[in-house]
């Protein structure tokens, strides 16, 4: 992917302590589609499905079918989804919910 760095830093005004934003604005081609580097097209549909799942979890940048991707993904790269969702869900425990992955 082709992307500028437009990472900044902010004060948060209830605490007054600065942070830095980690941000990047991708590339697109005329109609809007992210530009790929040729690295990604030498993965796998699977591996590609879960770069753009990561990609749509954590940036918003395109558009990822979960549907396509479940079609996909051996036990394997499904349990790799999980702990991803489980990432950005930002912690490992929820209420009401075990999910144990090995």
């Known amino acids: ?5 437009t990472s900044c ?9 600065e ?6 604005e991708v590339e ?3 109609e809007g589609k992210e530009i790929r580097s040729e690295a990604y097209y030498q993965l796998s549909s699977g591996y590609r499905k879960l770069v753009d799942l990561a990609t749509n979890l954590f ?9 396509d ?3 996909t993904w051996d ?18 425990e929820i ?3 075990a999910i144990h992955i090995e």
């Open 1 to 5: 992917m082709k992307y500028k760095d």
């Open 9 to 17: 830093f902010e004060t948060d005004e209830e605490t007054g302590q």
């Open 19 to 24: 942070y830095q934003v980690i941000d990047c």
């Open 28 to 30: 697109v081609d005329e």
């Open 59 to 67: 940036n918003r940048h395109n558009d990822f079918n979960l549907m």
């Open 69 to 71: 991707a479940l079609e």
């Open 75 to 92: 036990d394997a790269l499904f349990k790799v989804f999980l702990q991803v969702v489980l990432i950005r869900k930002g912690n490992r």
């Open 95 to 97: 209420n009401g919910l």
